[in-house]
Antibody, heavy 121, light 113 residues
Framework: EVQLVESGGGLVHPGGSLRLSCAAS????????MTWVRQAPGKGLEWVAN????????YSVDSVKGRFTISRDNAKNSLFLQMNSLRGEDTAVYYC??????????????WGQGTMVTVSS | DIVLTQSPDSLAVSLGERATINCKSS????????????LGWYQQKPGQPPKLLIY???TRESGVPDRFSGSGSGTDFTLTISSLQAEDVAVYYC?????????FGQGTKLEIK
C-alpha cells in the first residue's frame, strides 16, 4: 500500500524557516517524480515544486523561487521541502504527492494527509 | 502559465440526479505527440487530501465508481457524475499537467439539494 506521511509543519514567524519531510513507503520511491502541493485555509490547490527521480532536476512556482528548495533522499525514501524567508501567504497545508507513472508530466496519483504551516507573528 | 477556470463555483444537485462541472483552459493541453489531453480531475472531501478520479481527461482511476466520467479535448473539459450519491459531496478540481507550472482550477463545491 502506497503511503506518504508528511511532518515538520508548525507555527513560524515571518522571515523564519521550516523543513518539511515526507516519508514514502509501499512503492519504489526512486522510480517516481515527487511533488509538493499546498492549500491555504479555505482556498484551492497550488502546485509548489517537483523533483526528478535522481534529484537532478527540480522546478518550482515563481512565488517560492529563491526561498524554497525541494530535495530527496532515495536511500531513506524521503522527500523534503526547505522553506526559508517565510511569509504570511505561505500559510497552508502542504501535501506531498507522487507523480504517476515515472514521468514528469503526469497526474498526482497518491497524496499524503498534509502538514500545516502557519506563518504569523 | 495555463489558467484553468471551472464553472460553476458551486453546485447543488438532488440525489440520483446528474452533476456536471466544467473546466476551461487558457490554452490547449492536448499533446500532439501522443494525442492525449494532460488534464485530470480530483475530489477533495473536508479534512482529506485530494483524490485522483480521472486522468488523460477521460480515463477513470482504478477503484473510482463508473458514475464518474470525464470528457472534452483541447481547452474544454467536463466532469460528470451520472447519479449523485451522498458520498459525492466534495470540492472538485481540474488539474493540467501539460506544462510547468502545473496549475489547478479554483474548485467547484458540490452539495446535495
Amino acid at each position: 500500500e502506497v503511503q506518504l506521511v508528511e511532518s515538520g509543519g508548525g507555527l513560524v514567524h515571518p522571515g523564519g524557516s521550516l523543513r518539511l519531510s515526507c516519508a514514502a513507503s509501499g512503492f519504489t520511491f526512486n522510480s517516481y517524480w515527487m511533488t509538493w502541493v499546498r492549500q491555504a485555509p479555505g482556498k484551492g490547490l497550488e502546485w509548489v515544486a517537483n523533483i526528478k527521480q535522481d534529484g537532478s532536476e527540480t522546478y518550482s512556482v515563481d512565488s517560492v523561487k529563491g526561498r524554497f528548495t525541494i530535495s530527496r533522499d532515495n536511500a531513506k525514501n524521503s522527500l523534503f521541502l526547505q522553506m526559508n524567508s517565510l511569509r504570511g501567504e505561505d500559510t497552508a497545508v502542504y501535501y506531498c504527492a507522487r507523480v504517476g507513472d515515472g514521468y514528469q508530466f503526469r497526474p498526482f496519483d497518491f497524496w499524503g494527509q498534509g502538514t500545516m504551516v502557519t506563518v504569523s507573528s | 502559465d495555463i489558467v484553468l477556470t471551472q464553472s460553476p463555483d458551486s453546485l447543488a444537485v438532488s440525489l440520483g440526479e446528474r452533476a456536471t462541472i466544467n473546466c476551461k483552459s487558457s490554452q490547449s493541453v492536448l499533446h500532439s505527440s501522443n494525442n492525449k489531453n494532460y488534464l485530470g480531475w480530483y475530489q477533495q472531501k473536508p479534512g482529506q487530501p485530494p483524490k485522483l478520479l480521472i486522468y488523460w481527461a477521460s480515463t477513470r482511476e482504478s477503484g473510482v465508481p463508473d458514475r464518474f466520467s470525464g470528457s472534452g479535448s483541447g481547452t474544454d473539459f467536463t466532469l460528470t457524475i451520472s447519479s449523485l450519491q451522498a458520498e459525492d459531496v466534495a470540492v472538485y478540481y481540474c488539474h493540467q499537467y501539460y506544462t510547468t507550472p502545473n496549475t489547478f482550477g479554483q474548485g467547484t463545491k458540490l452539495e446535495i439539494k
